[in-house]
């Protein structure tokens, strides 16, 4: 019987033909997927309050009006407080995303500006971005609730402005000059620890030259209407600052114009044109008015004059009313706070740092000249007041005194307080006068007047009676006929007349009569009775002998 035959092993090495088509799928399908992870871009999340008009799959993210991505989902975050935003932006994007890269909506809005976005009527709503150039990378943002003034890389300026709250100056206000628009107003922050408004502003190509380091900066209410111890004024600004405000800049008149501003520099933004120019005064002397008189009328920022010049600013009505008074005893005056700003005096020094302890020394001896403060009414029609310096002659001697540490200015009553002196020291000495003698000597006077009217009466009714007496009424007509036969008389003595030749040899023989009869009365003045004795002749005169 022969051996069985045993099959013998042999191991295959080669591969099947059978692996070639799934092998060749998977290479397409890690090829196709490496492909499509290739082309996605980088995942990013936006942040917004509120993601209206924002739908998954359909909103576009564009710059330059070019697509760079899509949103691919919408939702709210954990603790409710915002949308989160999943977008996916193209591969050429990745580089444009960094720290200072900004999105925001891109819709109709109606604004300040105008109108914008109504292409998105039809189209819808997408997201715009605005490429940074950070090197830090990022992959969440924040999106603006408003576009942006301009790119971070625009020509330009920008500055910082701090300011008081109450002021309405909001993101896209104008930024003036001398009524002309040259920039806008990118953010403003409200700091909650220092309480203050924080604004910056992008001062646009070619105008950033006009910032200067001397520049002020203050709110445009575009319409300002004030009647105060100053009068009435009113401006009216530009019909977008009259609509929504801004702001507007210069440089005040009795400053030179400074060297250009530096970037991200910061100023202070004031309420009015006024405050601005008051705000370079940083050199005065601070004093207190103990004032007896009124106070209503008297506002903060009011001026303080000398002789009309302004030479300072009223600062706080009433200021420390609490602190006790030199002289509490005997009166409880209203303390006001003044500062004297020196650089007022000379517009060519108010940009350059003053002497404080000269003008003091100045001033103190102005105070033994009888240099004095009152209060004034600036204007009759609101009873606004203002601080009047002036001197007096007969002012008081003032002691140096200082009222809640700051020496204390000199004063005197106001106008209206003078007045009211002066009716009373009249009305002081009327009551010192003895009233009962002047009575009866009026009474007594009046007497007399009474009787003379009486007797003033009796002689107009006899004038009366006289005028009308017929004769008096024919009295005018006898002296026109007497007048006018002494009128003919007188014309009988005219040179040609008869009468007036005979007058004339009349007279020439009496004049002959009296030339003859002279001997006559000349011998009887000599001898009286020679008229009856004969004229006694003189002696013949004798001859003498040596």
């Given at each position: 019987?022969?051996?069985?035959?045993?099959?013998?092993?042999?191991?295959?090495?080669?591969?099947?033909?059978?692996?070639?088509?799934?092998?060749?799928?998977?290479?397409?399908?890690a090829w196709m997927i490496y492909d499509n992870l290739s082309r996605l871009g980088p995942s990013i999340t936006l942040i917004m309050d509120n993601a209206e008009g924002i739908e998954a799959g359909k909103t576009l993210i564009k710059t330059r009006n070019v697509e760079i991505g899509k949103v691919e989902k919408v939702s709210l975050s954990q603790d409710l407080s915002h949308a989160e935003i999943i977008a996916r932006m193209s591969p050429q994007a990745s580089k444009m995303l960094n720290e200072e890269t900004q999105f925001w909506v891109v819709k109709p809005r109606i604004g300040r500006e105008g109108v914008s976005g109504l292409g998105t009527v039809l189209s819808g709503a997408f997201i715009q971005l605005l490429p940074g150039n950070s090197e830090v990378e990022i992959d969440t943002f924040q999106v603006l609730d408003q576009p942006p003034v301009a790119p971070p890389d625009a020509p330009g300026l920008r500055i910082n402005l701090t300011s008081q709250v109450g002021n309405s100056v909001t993101t896209g206000d104008p930024v003036s000059y001398q009524g002309f628009t040259v920039g806008r107003v990118e953010s403003s922050e409200f700091n909650p620890v220092s309480r203050e408004m924080s604004h910056k502003l992008y001062i646009q190509s070619p105008y950033e030259g006009l910032v200067t380091t001397n520049s002020r900066f203050w709110t445009a209410s575009g319409l300002d209407i004030r009647l105060d111890s100053q009068g009435f004024k009113v401006n009216v600004g530009s019909l977008e600052s009259l609509v929504s405000g801004g702001i507007t800049f210069g440089v005040p008149s009795n400053m030179t114009m400074g060297a250009k501003a530096k970037e991200n520099a910061t100023y202070v933004l004031f309420n009015d044109e006024d405050s601005a120019k008051e705000g370079?005064?940083?050199?005065?002397?601070?004093?207190?008015?103990?004032?007896?008189?009124?106070?209503?009328?008297?506002s903060e920022n009011a001026p303080v004059e000398y002789r009309g010049v302004r030479v300072g600013t009223v600062m706080a009505v009433p200021w420390n009313f609490s602190a006790p008074q030199p002289d509490?005893?005997?009166?409880?005056?209203?303390?006001?706070?003044?500062?004297?700003?020196?650089?007022?005096f000379d517009e060519q020094e108010s940009n350059q740092e003053v002497d404080i302890a000269q003008w003091k020394e100045r001033l103190n001896g102005m105070f033994g000249h009888g240099l004095r403060a009152s209060l004034k009414a600036g204007n009759l029609l609101t009873g606004a007041l203002f601080v009047d310096l002036n001197f007096y002659k007969d002012a008081p001697p003032f002691q140096s005194m200082k009222f809640a540490n700051t020496p204390v200015f000199p004063t005197t009553s106001g106008g209206f307080a003078q007045i009211e002196q002066k009716v009373s020291n009249l009305l002081d000495k009327l009551n010192g006068l003895e009233i009962e003698p002047i009575l009866s000597?009026?009474?007594?006077?009046?007497?007399?007047?009474?009787?003379?009217?009486?007797?003033?009466?009796?002689?107009?009714?006899?004038?009366?009676?006289?005028?009308a007496d017929p004769a008096t009424s024919a009295l005018p007509a006898n002296v026109n006929n007497t007048m006018?036969?002494?009128?003919?008389?007188?014309?009988?003595?005219?040179?040609?007349?008869?009468?007036?030749?005979?007058?004339?040899?009349?007279?020439?023989?009496?004049?002959?009569?009296?030339?003859?009869?002279?001997?006559?009365?000349?011998?009887?003045?000599?001898?009286?009775?020679?008229?009856?004795?004969?004229?006694?002749?003189?002696?013949?005169?004798?001859?003498?002998?040596?």
């Open positions: 019987m022969s051996e069985p035959q045993r099959a013998q092993r042999r191991i295959q090495r080669s591969l099947s033909p059978v692996w070639i088509v799934p092998i060749v799928a998977l290479l397409i399908g370079h005064y940083s050199d005065y002397l601070e004093y207190v008015l103990l004032v007896d008189d009124t106070v209503r009328g008297l509490s005893l005997s009166r409880f005056a209203i303390p006001i706070l003044i500062r004297i700003e020196p650089q007022r000597s009026l009474n007594t006077t009046l007497e007399s007047t009474a009787q003379t009217m009486n007797k003033v009466n009796h002689i107009a009714d006899s004038v009366d009676k006289l005028l006018r036969q002494l009128r003919d008389t007188l014309q009988g003595f005219s040179p040609d007349s008869k009468g007036y030749n005979e007058l004339t040899q009349t007279l020439s023989r009496l004049e002959q009569l009296m030339r003859d009869i002279q001997p006559v009365v000349r011998t009887l003045n000599e001898q009286p009775n020679a008229l009856i004795f004969n004229k006694k002749l003189p002696a013949d005169p004798q001859p003498r002998a040596k």
